[in-house]
């Protein structure tokens, strides 16, 4: 691709949102036979179910049936890879929260009276709820994953320092503002039809097939658009689509599931919470020779996706710097609790502040900036000057990197050093109110861990009239992605987005497609839909060439025309009409795959991405000594997107994701009872950032660098997950805050809240 | 089962509604209005707002039944045909919105917040919507779309 797409399309679905008009699941018409599930959920988080009486409950007024693990035709699984995610609990109970049954009713306020009368007893066994407790048992869901280079052990021994420590990392919970949504539809001769709120329809495709004993041409999946999902809909939407497809196949008429928040923040799993432990030798420079990081990690019942989630923690566990000798590892722990899953940045935000941590502290130690120990720690800018070639720990040659420069050059703009003396100023005199200021980098790597994940199909077709239909694997949960694909396609034949429709993703059209996640979705299917444009604008061009005798190239597609030798032939619409009296083929698909990528598992090695995504924040925090209160003033951000396909939609995941991160960091608190209750089950408790929770200044600035060095569309960067570690840059700004009330190293744990500032100060 | 009769976006119903249920399944269920969105059922998110007798409310705090009588408007009833309230209108080219589950509740909010202040900062914006939550956009352009529109406060319709 040669033309550069740049625009400012507002998002496709804009004044459908504004006016209420935008369909999500649980907005579908349905008729009105469609009945209404409500789902009984374990009160305890390990044991035996002794009894279960539900028959009181199916007597009540307006209840049709009551389901549970007998009545699933085919797997009780939900998994999305190692079966053991069971739908409803069976014998055993292994978390609270858990599904056990399920109401089905002609309304859900019948639903809500009827489930008092459900009877269950249990025979309760001690659960495991904390890591503390996890370790003890030795709990492992798998043996530890490994990421290593060099001779940790050895070389720790030449170092002029070692310094050891501990971080603990707390979880966080999507809170996408759409709860989990399913509605099952049966069609004739048992063929099914689900409407999801899912990053990821063909799983669910799947899931369904297997738990029906149906094949997947039966399956037929559909989701025009999520009210959020951050990774939280990528697994976790399997079980409510298994649920409502058990249910419609049993009664024979539409089903629908909604959780509430509060059965969605109890049954779904999070962001896995970590305690990372470090041992780290360096010279009296602070360059680091020997770094050994232990991820221990709550994995909640199952394995869900932590594996790879663990994977993706080892290999941003060295952020941007080149670390000569390194051990990284990962333990798998199962606890009594809901199945950790995918969140935005899958692992690498977890890595990533361990090793900002280690860098801190050292920093500490010296008694020098930790911005000078980091500059002394990166890797080499692609155009340094010795030319020379550095691999991360995992053997990824770093083609891209181009941290150097963008550091400088936010320090610079954002005033850092002068800044940060100021502030050291003014808490040598301020007794009450500190200022803490950080500037922090993120690397992160863009593919899927698992290379098959990595393609993508679209559908496009013309119409005689010259209007176009769009359909690709990826979803849209509010990102843009389809904003940014329309214009692709659009761009392609020369004519405007609207011209292009968007439609909602469709097992039935496009198959076999991958979980919208990784930040890959625009790479991927933007990709794919460019092929598939290009095939039959390619097909266009020859026969018009034919018809007017120039070659296929010399048929220029611009503005909504068709340009010969600078002389306007016909609109685009005109065009397709004639193509199609000609019986040109108009409609075609497109597949891409991310090229030159591949993976050593066994070995931990090998180039599992396509490339980096590189950017810098600064963010400056006030806290009060006596409250532990505390608010961002400001930031400014230094962020790298490639080529931009669209400015705006960019800035935007760019924001959303520095507030999504500096909730996580500052005020996202997970707790759970002894008994494995979680205390935090609804926004009551569980406070995500607000209107005033934000920065009061803003500074967003893209990078101004020649793009990706890769032939991805438009040379643009993916934009989704990146930007979320950008917040780091507030978690050490507080830990600057704090060295200046204290000796000692202030080891401050996540989330910085008010307690754990105030009492880390002492 | 009691019978209540309010208006609507301009149109008066006549329903009978369990006394238990709350106003925002009333709009959703029964009124097949769905632009209302159901973020929490706990008075937290703000993604139920709606207007009533002209004030902005969050309708899952409130039962159908309280509602007899009044005047009920809902974002399906904001835009005049396909000419949109200022306030819509600036959500969608500010890019006040990704995911558009909080959209409408924020503008519902946000339209009584400026009433009468074509001046108003952005703190005071900021506080006056920390009772709607937005857990996509950061904020940062809702704010933009709000200030855009509170500009433009002279020219807005009170309907
Ligand atoms: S649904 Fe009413 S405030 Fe959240
Ligand atoms: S745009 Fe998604 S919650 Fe606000």
Redesign the pocket.
Same mark, same amino acid.
């Given at each position: 691709m040669s033309k550069s797409i740049v625009n400012e399309d507002f998002h496709d679905s804009a004044k459908l949102h504004v006016t209420g008009r935008a369909i999500y699941v649980d907005d579908i018409p349905v008729p009105s036979s469609c009945l209404h599930i409500l789902l009984g959920l374990s009160k305890i988080a390990n044991g035996k179910i002794m009894e279960m009486e539900l028959n009181d409950v199916k007597k009540m007024p307006g209840i049709i049936d009551v389901i549970t693990a007998k009545d699933i035709p085919g797997k009780n699984d939900a998994s999305p890879i190692f079966g053991d995610d069971p739908i409803f609990a069976e014998n055993e109970v292994i978390y609270n929260g858990q599904v056990i049954f399920a109401i089905i009713a002609e309304t859900l306020e019948h639903a809500k009276i009827a489930i008092k009368e459900a009877k269950i007893v249990y025979s309760e066994t001690p659960p495991i709820i904390t890591l503390a407790q996890a370790r003890h048992k030795e709990t492992l869901l798998c043996p530890p994953k490994i990421v290593s280079r060099g001779d940790f052990s050895s070389s720790i021994h030449h170092s002029d320092h070692i310094i050891e420590g501990e971080i603990v990392i707390g979880g966080q919970e999507h809170f996408?503002?759409e709860g989990q949504a399913a509605l099952a539809v049966p069609k004739e001769n048992k063929d099914i039809q689900i409407f999801v709120s899912s990053q990821h329809p063909s799983e669910i495709q799947h899931k369904v097939a297997a738990v029906l004993s149906l094949a997947l041409n039966n399956v037929s999946v559909e989701v025009r658009r999520m @009210? @959020?999902a951050f990774g939280g809909k990528e697994s976790q939407a399997n079980l409510p689509a298994c649920i409502v497809a058990i249910a419609a196949q049993k009664t024979g008429k539409p089903c629908k599931l909604v959780y509430d928040r509060d059965d969605d923040m109890r049954i779904t799993g999070k962001r896995h919470d970590f305690i990372s432990a470090y041992k780290v030798g360096f010279d009296a420079n602070g360059v680091i020779n020997a770094l050994r990081i232990q991820h221990d990690m709550r994995c909640g019942m199952s394995m869900d996706l932590s594996a790879a989630i663990a994977e993706r923690a080892l290999m941003h566990s060295e952020n941007s710097y080149y670390i000569p000798n390194v051990e990284f590892i990962a333990n798998l722990y199962k606890t009594n609790t809901p199945s950790n899953t995918a969140f935005r940045g899958f692992g690498g935000p977890q890595g990533m502040l361990a090793m900002e941590r280690v860098i801190d502290e050292i920093a500490h130690f010296l008694k020098l900036d930790p911005l000078t120990i980091r500059k002394r720690n990166f890797y080499l800018d692609n155009k340094n000057p010795m030319q020379k070639e550095q691999q991360t720990p995992y053997g990824q040659v770093v083609k891209d990197c181009i941290i150097n420069d963008l550091v400088n050059k936010l320090e610079y703009s954002s005033n850092y050093l002068s800044r940060r003396k100021e502030i050291e100023r003014f808490n040598k005199t301020s007794k009450l109110i500190k200022r803490g200021i950080a500037l922090t980098p993120v690397k992160f790597g863009i593919s899927f861990n698992k290379l098959m994940l990595n393609q993508a199909g679209a559908l496009v077709n013309v119409y005689s009239d010259g209007s176009v239909y769009l359909n690709h694997g990826g979803t849209e949960m @509010?990102q843009g992605l389809f904003t940014k694909v329309r214009k692709i396609v659009a761009s392609t034949f020369g004519i405007l987005s609207n011209n292009v429709k968007i439609s909602a993703t469709d097992t039935n059209k496009v198959p076999n497609t991958s979980a919208t996640a990784a930040s890959s979705g625009t790479d991927l299917n933007g990709m794919a839909a460019y092929l598939a444009a290009f095939q039959i604008k390619e097909r266009m061009a020859a026969y018009l060439g034919h018809l007017y005798q120039c070659e296929s190239s010399e048929v220029i597609f611009s503005r909504g025309k068709i340009i010969i030798f600078d002389e306007e032939k016909m609109t685009f619409s005109q065009a397709a009409e004639k193509c199609w009296m000609g019986r040109i083929s108009l409609s075609s698909t497109g597949f891409y795959k991310t090229p030159d990528i591949y993976w050593d598992a066994e070995k931990g090695e090998g180039r599992p991405f396509y490339y980096f995504v590189y950017g810098a924040a600064v963010s400056e925090i006030v806290i009060d000594k006596l409250t532990g209160e505390s608010r961002v003033v400001s930031v400014d951000i230094l962020h790298d997107v490639g080529r931009s396909i669209n400015p705006s939609i960019d800035r935007g995941q760019i924001e959303g994701g520095f507030v999504q991160g500096l909730g996580w960091l500052s005020m996202e608190e997970l707790v759970y009872a002894n008994d494995g209750t979680l205390m935090t089950h609804s926004p009551a408790t569980y406070k995500i950032p607000a209107f005033s929770d934000s920065p009061i200044n803003w500074n967003v600035e893209f990078y101004k660098g020649d793009g990706n060095i890769e032939e991805t569309i438009n040379r643009s960067k993916a934009v989704g997950e990146p930007p979320f570690m950008l917040a780091m840059s507030v978690f050490f700004a507080y830990s600057h805050a704090l060295a200046s009330l204290k000796e000692s190293y202030p080891s401050l744990n996540s989330p910085a809240t008010a307690e754990q500032l105030y009492f880390t100060q002492f | 089962m009691t019978e209540v009769t309010l208006t609507v976006n301009g149109k008066k119903y006549t329903q009978n509604v369990f006394d238990h249920v709350l106003l925002s399944d009333f709009i959703r269920e029964k009124l097949k209005l769905t632009g209302t969105h159901i973020g929490c059922d706990t008075s937290q998110c703000g993604a139920c707002v709606i207007h009533l007798d002209g004030k902005s409310i969050k309708s899952c705090t409130m039962l159908a039944v309280q509602a007899d009588g009044c005047d009920v408007l809902t974002i399906e009833g904001l835009a005049d045909g396909d000419v949109l309230h200022p306030m819509q209108r600036a959500f969608h080219e500010n890019h006040g +919105?990704? #995911?558009?589950? #909080? =959209?409408p509740g924020?503008i519902m909010s946000a339209i009584e917040l400026i009433k009468g202040k074509p001046d108003i900062t952005e703190q005071e914006i900021r506080q006056g919507l920390e009772g709607n +939550? #937005?857990? #996509? =956009?950061g904020y940062q352009n809702?704010v933009k779309s709000i200030q855009e529109a509170a500009k433009n406060e002279n020219n807005l319709t009170n309907r």
């Amino acid at each position: 691709m040669s033309k550069s797409i740049v625009n400012e399309d507002f998002h496709d679905s804009a004044k459908l949102h504004v006016t209420g008009r935008a369909i999500y699941v649980d907005d579908i018409p349905v008729p009105s036979s469609c009945l209404h599930i409500l789902l009984g959920l374990s009160k305890i988080a390990n044991g035996k179910i002794m009894e279960m009486e539900l028959n009181d409950v199916k007597k009540m007024p307006g209840i049709i049936d009551v389901i549970t693990a007998k009545d699933i035709p085919g797997k009780n699984d939900a998994s999305p890879i190692f079966g053991d995610d069971p739908i409803f609990a069976e014998n055993e109970v292994i978390y609270n929260g858990q599904v056990i049954f399920a109401i089905i009713a002609e309304t859900l306020e019948h639903a809500k009276i009827a489930i008092k009368e459900a009877k269950i007893v249990y025979s309760e066994t001690p659960p495991i709820i904390t890591l503390a407790q996890a370790r003890h048992k030795e709990t492992l869901l798998c043996p530890p994953k490994i990421v290593s280079r060099g001779d940790f052990s050895s070389s720790i021994h030449h170092s002029d320092h070692i310094i050891e420590g501990e971080i603990v990392i707390g979880g966080q919970e999507h809170f996408y503002l759409e709860g989990q949504a399913a509605l099952a539809v049966p069609k004739e001769n048992k063929d099914i039809q689900i409407f999801v709120s899912s990053q990821h329809p063909s799983e669910i495709q799947h899931k369904v097939a297997a738990v029906l004993s149906l094949a997947l041409n039966n399956v037929s999946v559909e989701v025009r658009r999520m @009210g @959020g999902a951050f990774g939280g809909k990528e697994s976790q939407a399997n079980l409510p689509a298994c649920i409502v497809a058990i249910a419609a196949q049993k009664t024979g008429k539409p089903c629908k599931l909604v959780y509430d928040r509060d059965d969605d923040m109890r049954i779904t799993g999070k962001r896995h919470d970590f305690i990372s432990a470090y041992k780290v030798g360096f010279d009296a420079n602070g360059v680091i020779n020997a770094l050994r990081i232990q991820h221990d990690m709550r994995c909640g019942m199952s394995m869900d996706l932590s594996a790879a989630i663990a994977e993706r923690a080892l290999m941003h566990s060295e952020n941007s710097y080149y670390i000569p000798n390194v051990e990284f590892i990962a333990n798998l722990y199962k606890t009594n609790t809901p199945s950790n899953t995918a969140f935005r940045g899958f692992g690498g935000p977890q890595g990533m502040l361990a090793m900002e941590r280690v860098i801190d502290e050292i920093a500490h130690f010296l008694k020098l900036d930790p911005l000078t120990i980091r500059k002394r720690n990166f890797y080499l800018d692609n155009k340094n000057p010795m030319q020379k070639e550095q691999q991360t720990p995992y053997g990824q040659v770093v083609k891209d990197c181009i941290i150097n420069d963008l550091v400088n050059k936010l320090e610079y703009s954002s005033n850092y050093l002068s800044r940060r003396k100021e502030i050291e100023r003014f808490n040598k005199t301020s007794k009450l109110i500190k200022r803490g200021i950080a500037l922090t980098p993120v690397k992160f790597g863009i593919s899927f861990n698992k290379l098959m994940l990595n393609q993508a199909g679209a559908l496009v077709n013309v119409y005689s009239d010259g209007s176009v239909y769009l359909n690709h694997g990826g979803t849209e949960m @509010g990102q843009g992605l389809f904003t940014k694909v329309r214009k692709i396609v659009a761009s392609t034949f020369g004519i405007l987005s609207n011209n292009v429709k968007i439609s909602a993703t469709d097992t039935n059209k496009v198959p076999n497609t991958s979980a919208t996640a990784a930040s890959s979705g625009t790479d991927l299917n933007g990709m794919a839909a460019y092929l598939a444009a290009f095939q039959i604008k390619e097909r266009m061009a020859a026969y018009l060439g034919h018809l007017y005798q120039c070659e296929s190239s010399e048929v220029i597609f611009s503005r909504g025309k068709i340009i010969i030798f600078d002389e306007e032939k016909m609109t685009f619409s005109q065009a397709a009409e004639k193509c199609w009296m000609g019986r040109i083929s108009l409609s075609s698909t497109g597949f891409y795959k991310t090229p030159d990528i591949y993976w050593d598992a066994e070995k931990g090695e090998g180039r599992p991405f396509y490339y980096f995504v590189y950017g810098a924040a600064v963010s400056e925090i006030v806290i009060d000594k006596l409250t532990g209160e505390s608010r961002v003033v400001s930031v400014d951000i230094l962020h790298d997107v490639g080529r931009s396909i669209n400015p705006s939609i960019d800035r935007g995941q760019i924001e959303g994701g520095f507030v999504q991160g500096l909730g996580w960091l500052s005020m996202e608190e997970l707790v759970y009872a002894n008994d494995g209750t979680l205390m935090t089950h609804s926004p009551a408790t569980y406070k995500i950032p607000a209107f005033s929770d934000s920065p009061i200044n803003w500074n967003v600035e893209f990078y101004k660098g020649d793009g990706n060095i890769e032939e991805t569309i438009n040379r643009s960067k993916a934009v989704g997950e990146p930007p979320f570690m950008l917040a780091m840059s507030v978690f050490f700004a507080y830990s600057h805050a704090l060295a200046s009330l204290k000796e000692s190293y202030p080891s401050l744990n996540s989330p910085a809240t008010a307690e754990q500032l105030y009492f880390t100060q002492f | 089962m009691t019978e209540v009769t309010l208006t609507v976006n301009g149109k008066k119903y006549t329903q009978n509604v369990f006394d238990h249920v709350l106003l925002s399944d009333f709009i959703r269920e029964k009124l097949k209005l769905t632009g209302t969105h159901i973020g929490c059922d706990t008075s937290q998110c703000g993604a139920c707002v709606i207007h009533l007798d002209g004030k902005s409310i969050k309708s899952c705090t409130m039962l159908a039944v309280q509602a007899d009588g009044c005047d009920v408007l809902t974002i399906e009833g904001l835009a005049d045909g396909d000419v949109l309230h200022p306030m819509q209108r600036a959500f969608h080219e500010n890019h006040g +919105l990704q #995911c558009g589950f #909080c =959209t409408p509740g924020m503008i519902m909010s946000a339209i009584e917040l400026i009433k009468g202040k074509p001046d108003i900062t952005e703190q005071e914006i900021r506080q006056g919507l920390e009772g709607n +939550l #937005c857990r #996509c =956009t950061g904020y940062q352009n809702i704010v933009k779309s709000i200030q855009e529109a509170a500009k433009n406060e002279n020219n807005l319709t009170n309907r």
